[in-house]
C-alpha cells in the first residue's frame, strides 16, 4: 500500500490558503502594478488639453503629421501627440510641448497645465510626478487657419 501523505515541507492547496488568510498581510501589498509610459503619457496629454488657453499639443511638425495620419481611414487621433514620459517604479517624469493662443499669460497656462497634469497623473495611477516640463513650440494667433495638409487619399 502507498502512503498518500505529504512531507511537511510541501504544502496542499488549501493549506497555503489557511497560512495567506493567517499572515499573508493586506492582499493589496500582493503583487505588482506596472504602469506604461503610453498609459501615463495619455492621462498627461488629457489633462493638458483641459486647460484653457492651450491650443494644440506638440510642434507644427508633429501636428501636421498627425492630421495627416488622422485623415486616414482606421487612424485615431493621438492623445499622447506633444507628450513624453518616463515611468519608474514609483515615479515619473513629464515632457510637453504645447502651442498655446494668443493673449493669454504663458506663465499662467502653463502654471496650470502642470497643476492639471500632476492632479491627474497622481490620482489615476499613483506615481509621484517629480517634474513637468513644458516647452511652448508655438502662438496660435486668431487669423491663422490650423495647419491641415490636404489628404493624399480620398
Do not use: C
Amino acid at each position: 500500500m502507498t502512503d498518500m501523505t505529504q512531507s511537511p515541507d510541501v504544502e496542499t492547496p488549501a493549506q497555503l490558503r489557511k497560512a495567506t488568510k493567517r499572515g499573508g498581510g493586506d492582499p493589496a501589498t500582493r503583487g505588482r502594478t506596472t504602469i506604461a509610459d503610453g498609459v501615463v503619457e495619455k492621462i498627461a496629454g488629457l489633462a493638458a488639453r483641459d486647460v484653457l488657453g492651450v491650443h494644440a499639443m506638440g510642434s507644427g511638425l508633429s501636428r501636421t503629421f498627425g492630421a495627416v495620419r488622422d485623415r486616414v481611414p482606421g487612424g485615431s487621433k493621438s492623445v499622447t501627440r506633444g507628450v513624453k514620459a518616463e515611468v519608474g517604479e514609483v515615479q515619473t517624469a513629464l515632457d510637453l510641448e504645447i502651442v498655446v493662443d494668443y493673449g493669454v499669460s504663458i506663465a499662467d497656462v502653463a502654471k496650470a497645465v502642470r497643476e492639471n497634469v500632476v492632479a491627474a497623473v497622481e490620482r489615476m495611477t499613483g506615481l509621484e510626478v517629480v517634474e513637468v516640463n513644458i516647452a511652448v513650440s508655438d502662438v496660435k494667433l486668431p487669423d491663422e487657419e490650423d495647419e491641415e495638409p490636404e489628404p493624399r487619399i480620398q
